[in-house]
């Protein structure tokens, strides 16, 4: 198949997601990695070709380009020309009106459920990821899926977005579907009162350290309906065994179909988009910040892992933005990839639609000096900082003495002249 990528519409943690068009009429998404690092888009790959509902985005296939020197893995996706749900929050002033959250609600639910049937656990639900289209809402990006009944006790990873994660998630112990309704529960707050379910959490490292460790639950919005409130009471339970599941959550009267009106997101009936000049085609989506943290060792060593600049992985993305200029990409299905140095034998048989090897295990750790830990690691910071302060003010002061010592040595020379 012959595509041509358009320009770069969103950013996230391992892949760049563009538009694509194919002989200038059919617009998909184009989600592509560099092959040596596609792993969770290879991943991603073997779920969603597996599945077909209304409210999970859909699967067009996937190829390997050669593109500016590069090995790249592509993902074909369904393109939503409304953008997402945190785009619709944005354009709307911040926060959505309850109708809208109602129906975006039972549409996620009815996504979640069809995913927890299957054994599916998300591992990522919030704004950013859950696309809005003319038939509802979809939810999109499984990069971070696994497989409910796979458990390893040898290495499985915590992944998501920290604000968004569960109490059990955030202390390691288990990612199972019960976590994908806590952060259901974070993103109707979300998207009902148009601020984080964690307002006064500036960091990673404080937000899982107060989900895991306290026993605090975001605070319930006070100005939403009596059956919001109910619902949201469903979903942020600390006890995984307390939530209600995805089925019994689309019993309740919050997200009961029929019940309400919902008005566009952009105040008018949108079109689907037939062509690269099609005005939606621009809608952007927002930088994911979504991060995998390894089980393999203590939760707090995890904790300090995270607080390093070096697991602040939206920094690293590679882009492919095109600027004003569109790239023609033609797969080329006798490409030779075993040749080429940077790709193994594995690479060459990426378009297999194997079952996921990710799993969610039960990990389970206490620590009795986590807030000493966790103190040691931002104290640890701190003076990295003080220390790069001080060495600048050192090497200035140095400077100024050699300046003084010239000047000095220029106005002696100038008296032994003068004599």
């Known amino acids: 198949m012959d ?10 943690s391992t892949a760049t997601v563009c538009v694509a068009t194919v002989d200038q009429s059919r617009v998909f998404a184009v989600k592509s990695s560099e ?9 991603e790959q073997r779920i969603l070709s597996t599945l077909s509902c209304p409210h999970v985005v ?66 990522d639900i919030k704004g950013q990821n859950v696309l809005v289209t003319d038939d509802g809402v979809k939810i999109a990006d499984l990069g971070c899926a696994r497989r409910a009944d796979e458990a390893s006790s040898a290495a499985w990873s915590i992944a998501g977005t920290p604000v968004y994660m569960a109490p059990e998630v955030a202390r390691g112990e288990q990612q199972g579907c019960s976590a994908d309704v806590w952060a259901l529960g974070c993103m109707v707050i979300e998207m009902a009162a148009g601020r984080s379910p964690w307002p006064d959490v500036s960091d990673p ?48 009267d919050f997200v009961a179909e029929s019940k309400f009106p919902v008005k ?29 943290i390894p089980s393999n060792k203590p939760i707090m060593e995890r904790l300090r892992q995270l607080g390093e600049d070096n ?3 939206s920094s690293k993305i590679p882009n492919w933005e095109c600027n004003e200029n569109w790239l023609t990409v033609r797969r080329n299905s006798n490409l030779e990839v075993e040749k080429l140095p940077s790709t193994s034998r594995q690479d060459s048989n990426l378009l297999r639609a194997d079952e996921p090897t990710s799993s969610c ?59």
């Not at 595509?3 to 996230?12: D, F, H, K, N």
């Not at 809608?283 to 979504?290: A, P």
């Open 3 to 12: 595509w041509t990528r358009g320009r770069t519409i969103g950013l996230g």
């Open 205 to 252: 490292v404080s937000a899982l350290y107060r989900i895991g460790f306290s026993s605090d639950v975001p605070e319930i919005p006070t100005n939403i309906s009596k059956q919001a409130q109910d619902f949201l009471s469903k979903c942020l339970r600390r006890d995984p065994a307390d939530r209600w599941s995805a089925t019994q959550l689309l019993s309740h």
């Open 361 to 419: 295990g039960g990990y389970t750790s206490r620590t009795s000096e986590d807030f000493e830990i966790l103190v040691d690691c931002f104290l640890t910071k701190i003076r990295r900082q003080n220390t790069r302060i001080t060495n600048s003010d050192s090497v200035e002061s140095r400077s100024k003495t050699v300046c003084s010592k010239k000047v000095t040595e220029t106005n002696n020379e100038s008296k032994i002249l003068r004599t």
């Open 58 to 123: 859909g699967y067009k296939g996937c190829d390997i380009s050669s593109e500016n020197g590069k090995l790249l893995y592509n993902l074909f996706l369904e393109y939503a020309p409304r953008g997402t749900v945190m785009d619709a929050i944005q354009k709307h002033g911040g926060y959505l009106e309850e109708a809208t959250v109602r129906s975006y609600t039972r549409g996620i639910l009815l996504g979640l459920e069809f995913l927890h049937s299957r054994g599916i656990v998300h591992c």
């Open 311 to 313: 697991l602040v992985l």
């Open 264 to 292: 566009e997101t952009d105040g008018s009936k949108s079109e689907t988009p037939n062509n690269v000049l099609h005005p939606n085609i621009w809608d952007s989506m927002k930088e994911l910040e979504t991060v995998q």
């Open 35 to 43: 092959l040596s690092l596609s792993e969770s888009l290879r991943k």
